[in-house]
T-cell receptor
């Protein structure tokens, strides 16, 4: 059974600070990793993808992957009130007859002005 | 560029009725997916398709049927709706193996 675990929060961060979101996954053959942002009543919006160990930066967002520890994280620098949302971690295992994303239940992030 | 669309956006139906949720994408992506999102369970995969006429089950396929006669369309049918199928349904698509998935706006389905 593939599992993706996230702290549900809420995680409260002051405006301008760094928000750190964490995710662990159970399946060692997981091959690609994604962070989605979801506003209440809206669909998931892809914000970061990462495929290999290390850091990947895109604007204010940095994704970090450590396959040995089965851990993926998302850092949001200079947090803005508009970053307040639920952040979903997702992993993809493909091959061997399986495909599709396995999601964590999400971390609710609140940026306090 | 419409991307990926879903219809209807909201649907109320009665137990036992057949319901079809539509998904259409304009990117010519090979892969398409159906997920449901429920409080306490998060997003779960129902069915997916790697190409026209190729479909496969996901984590929670029972009570659902899919087809894919054209690359751009991937309808999801609830053959006899049950209250447990009350949920928000999202369609997603992906260009190639293992890459990024993009989600449609969702359909909120209520089964009474």
């Amino acid at each position: 059974q593939k599992e993706v675990e996230q702290n549900s929060g809420p995680l409260s961060v002051p405006e301008g600070a760094i928000a750190s979101l964490n995710c662990t996954y159970s399946d060692r053959v997981s091959q690609s990793f994604f962070w989605y942002r979801q506003y209440s009543g809206k669909s998931p919006e892809l914000i970061m993808s990462i495929y290999s160990n290390g850091d990947k930066e895109d604007g204010r967002f940095t994704a970090q992957l450590n396959k040995a520890s089965q851990y993926v994280s998302l850092l949001i620098r200079d947090s803005q009130p508009s970053d307040s949302a639920t952040y979903l971690c997702a992993v993809n295992i493909f091959g061997g007859g399986a495909d599709g994303l396995t999601f964590g239940k999400g971390t609710h992030l609140i940026i306090q002005p | 560029d419409a991307g990926i669309t879903q219809s209807p956006r909201y649907k109320i139906t009665e137990t036992g009725r057949q319901v079809t949720l539509m998904c259409h994408q304009t990117w010519s992506h090979s892969y398409m997916f159906w997920y449901r999102q429920d409080l306490g369970h998060g997003l779960r995969l129902i069915y997916y398709s790697a190409a026209a006429d190729i479909t496969d089950k996901g984590e929670v396929p029972d009570g659902y049927v899919v087809s894919r006669s054209k690359t751009e369309n991937f309808p999801l049918t609830l053959e006899s709706a049950t209250r447990s199928q009350t949920s928000v349904y999202f369609c997603a698509s992906r260009a190639g193996t293992g890459g990024e998935q993009y989600f449609g706006p969702g359909t909120r389905l209520t089964v009474t």
